[in-house]
């Protein structure tokens, strides 16, 4: 089946460390989303890529970094300069980012991220 | 300035009966469309229905529809005959423009909805 896979499902993370979490499609989609849901509220933006090997930040980039070097992958990382990383994170795709604009937002299952 | 507002941070509703929750907009983009997801509590987004600014009919999509008022700016789903299985989070959404906008989605607050037997 075609879909989105997150992992892992829950990550904990010590002070100081980097982590990564892994997002990987098999919709053959062109563009793929990081956003950040904290408790109670919608999500938000982190990074985003339109094509392989390009991303743009989003609204809260700061202390996330994420790759593009395949099109069915988009791994991002939780850096140590993330101060409040504690959050559930969803991966999403669409087929693409602009011409089919009634086309949806394809989401993961999520990775919930805890402080140690 | 908030791009999406949904108002209800919680709403209940007896099952088999219909529910409207509330969103209103805000962009000067003539082209965008509206997007509603569903999350239950195990967290994944469901996609429930699409609204295309240029669309002249409301959007369905079976017990989904879309009351779309443009100059109103509000784009409220209605789910009719509620299913036990409907309570979730319901959250808005708003993607604008064409490519250089990125395809990026602005999410609403969400609404809570509960379904009682």
């Known amino acids: 089946d075609g879909g989105i896979t997150q992992s892992p499902k829950y990550l904990f993370r010590k002070e100081g460390q980097n982590v990564t979490l892994s997002c990987e499609q098999n919709l053959n989609h062109d563009a793929m989303y990081w956003y950040r849901q904290d408790p109670g509220q919608g999500l938000r933006l982190i990074y985003y890529?339109?094509?392989?090997?390009?991303?743009q930040k989003g609204d809260i980039a700061e202390g996330y970094s994420v790759s593009r070097e395949k099109k069915e992958s988009f791994p991002l990382t939780v850096t140590s300069a993330q101060k409040n990383p504690t959050a559930f994170y969803l991966c999403?795709?669409?087929?693409?980012?602009?011409?089919?604009?009634?086309?949806?937002?394809?989401f993961g299952d999520g990775t919930r991220l805890s402080i140690l | 300035a908030q791009k999406i507002t949904q108002t209800q941070p919680g709403m209940f509703v007896q099952e088999k009966e219909a529910v409207t929750l509330d969103c209103t907009y805000d962009?000067?983009?003539?082209?965008?469309?509206l997007f509603w997801y569903k999350q239950p509590s195990s967290g994944e987004m469901i996609f429930l229905i699409y609204q295309g600014s240029y669309d002249q009919q409301n959007a369905t999509e079976g017990r989904y529809s879309l009351n779309f008022q443009k100059a109103r700016k509000s784009a409220n789903l209605v789910i009719s005959a509620s299913q036990l299985g409907d309570s979730a989070m319901y959250f808005c959404a708003m993607r604008e423009g064409g490519y250089n906008q990125g395809g990026k989605l602005i999410f609403g607050q969400g609404t809570e909805l509960s379904v009682k037997p």
């Open positions: 999403a795709s669409s087929i693409d980012s602009g011409t089919h604009s009634n086309q949806p937002q394809h």
């Open positions: 890529s339109q094509i392989v090997n390009d991303f």
């Open positions: 962009t000067s983009d003539p082209s965008y469309g």
